[in-house]
T-cell receptor, first 114, second 112 residues
Framework: GAGVSQSPSNKVTEKGKDVELRCDPISGHTALYWYRQSLGQGLEFLIYFQGNSAPDKSGLPSDRFSAERTGGSVSTLTIQRTQQEDSAVYLC????????????FGNGTRLTVT | GQQVMQIPQYQHVQEGEDFTTYCNSSTTLSNIQWYKQRPGGHPVFLIQLVKSGEVKKQKRLTFQFGEAKKNSSLHITATQTTDVGTYFCAVGVNSGYSTLTFGKGTMLLVSP
């Protein structure tokens, strides 16, 4: 079956512009996560959705970052007024909401802010 | 937030040598998961451990959860070039939902 799909796969934007990243989770997965991975680094948690609500958004680095999920499916991560330090790979993952179920990751969006 | 230390950060071995990465937490964990990320790829789930002292094997990979549920290890016997990648542990604190906190990973290079 289809895995987690993210788009775009690559995004180059100028400093100060807004960007929107999209994630399509695996069908039936009610939990959705956004992580960020800088070059050669680990995974930094950003936000978690259960259905359409976000019980944990403690990892969002600033108020320039926001995310939403609609219909319990697609999620978008929006970064306003991008900065160079926002450059990273943004990974989306989904899982069945049964305790700490395994995460299924998408291929990520590589964001480059020039 | 939850802190998890993963060591070593990097290891380079000759094909056929063994490899071990360790994951340590200061707090008792509900469960631990291990992921592998190939160069240029995304993390892929390997296994989950939930019981104190649990040991699980997947072919040449052996995963262990400490008795105190504060540490875990991943051991690869007789590495192959296909084992190249970064191995991450991810820890959860609560048995219900809790954010999985990832370690910084151990990058494994295997020379033929």
């Amino acid at each position: 079956g289809a895995g987690v799909s993210q788009s775009p796969s690559n995004k180059v934007t100028e400093k100060g512009k807004d960007v929107e990243l999209r994630c399509d989770p695996i069908s039936g997965h009610t939990a959705l996560y956004w992580y960020r991975q800088s070059l050669g680094q680990g995974l930094e948690f950003l936000i978690y959705f259960q259905g359409n609500s976000a019980p944990d958004k403690s990892g969002l680095p600033s108020d320039r970052f926001s995310a939403e999920r609609t219909g319990g499916s697609v999620s978008t991560l929006t970064i306003q007024r991008t900065q160079q330090e926002d450059s990273a790979v943004y990974l989306c993952a989904s899982s069945l909401a049964q305790g700490n179920s395994p995460l299924h990751f998408g291929n990520g969006t590589r964001l480059t802010v020039t | 937030g939850q802190q998890v230390m993963q060591i070593p950060q990097y290891q380079h071995v000759q094909e056929g040598e063994d490899f071990t990465t360790y994951c340590n937490s200061s707090t008792t964990l509900s469960n631990i998961q291990w992921y592998k990320q190939r160069p240029g790829g995304h993390p892929v789930f390997l296994i989950q451990l939930v019981k104190s002292g649990e040991v699980k094997k997947q072919k040449r990979l052996t995963f262990q959860f400490g008795e105190a549920k504060k540490n875990s290890s991943l051991h690869i016997t007789a590495t192959q070039t296909t084992d190249v990648g970064t191995y991450f542990c991810a820890v959860g604190v609560n048995s219900g939902y809790s954010t999985l906190t990832f370690g910084k990973g151990t990058m494994l290079l295997v020379s033929p």
